[in-house]
């Protein structure tokens, strides 16, 4: 059962245009959202995380947008640069367990 | 600040050996997770602790893993006998804050590639 899906494998942009990856949960409860970036040979790495009271956060040009009534999520990267290139996991947490549970991944490829 | 270690980075061992994986988190990180990340999955949450005592191993094959982490700081995730299956990154990562809560955010390691012939 997999409560948070990440149905693009991969996605390819050109640099400085917008980067848009999606995230759909099904666990209603979830009320704690993140996005981590993983480099090859690395661990992933925090990025940008919401809370279900909120329904947009941002950081430089990072935004990730939530939409509770659809259960999806999503991350835009504006402008798409070529060392955006990696794996972006989804994660979610929540209904009484602080266990965040990922999903399985998005391969964004930058082009210059 | 140096980050999450993890030794060995790469192990290679056949089916029915026993292997063991250490983690040193960040200095004063009370929280530390073992994760399984099995190729063309995201990281599954093994164990997670809490100074030196176990909050959550409900996804932990307790019949072949184990874990420990003596004295609230460095842990040793130990599996015995390995199976073909087990082949996956085992990550580690560590975060501040004592109650472990998933807002706090979590510092990963560069994990440790298993495979299991």
């Known amino acids: 059962d997999q409560q948070v899906k990440q149905n693009s494998p991969s996605l390819s942009v050109q640099e400085g245009r917008i980067s848009i990856l999606n995230c759909d949960y099904t666990?209603?409860?979830?009320?704690?959202f993140l996005w981590y970036k993983k480099y090859p040979a690395e661990g992933p790495t925090f990025l940008i995380s919401?809370?279900?009271?909120?329904d947009k956060n941002e950081d430089g040009r990072f935004t990730v947008f939530l939409n509770k009534s659809a259960k999806h999520l999503s991350l835009h990267i504006v402008p798409s640069q070529p060392g955006d290139s990696a794996v972006y996991f989804c994660?979610?947490?929540?209904?009484?367990?602080?266990?965040?549970?990922f999903g399985k991944g998005t391969k964004l490829t930058v082009n210059p | 600040e140096a980050g999450v270690a993890q030794s060995p980075r790469y192990k290679i061992i056949e089916k029915r050996q026993s292997v063991a994986f250490w983690c040193n988190p960040i200095?004063?990180?009370?929280?530390l997770y073992w994760y399984q990340q099995i190729l063309g999955q995201g990281p599954k949450l093994l164990i997670q602790?809490?100074?030196?005592?176990?909050?959550?191993d409900s996804q932990l094959p307790k019949d072949r893993f184990s874990a420990e982490r003596l004295k609230g700081v460095d842990s040793t995730l130990k599996i015995q006998p390995a199976k073909l299956e087990d082949s996956a990154v085992y990550l580690c990562?560590?975060?501040?804050?004592?109650?472990?809560?998933?807002?706090?955010?979590?510092?990963f390691g560069p994990g440790t590639r298993l495979t299991v012939l």
């Open positions: 990562a560590s975060s501040l804050d004592r109650a472990g809560r998933a807002w706090d955010t979590q510092y």
């Open positions: 919401i809370s279900s009271i909120k």
């Open positions: 666990n209603s409860m979830f009320d704690y």
């Open positions: 602790f809490q100074n030196n005592g176990v909050v959550d």
């Open positions: 200095s004063g990180h009370a929280t």
């Open positions: 994660a979610a947490s929540g209904g009484g367990s602080e266990k965040l549970v």
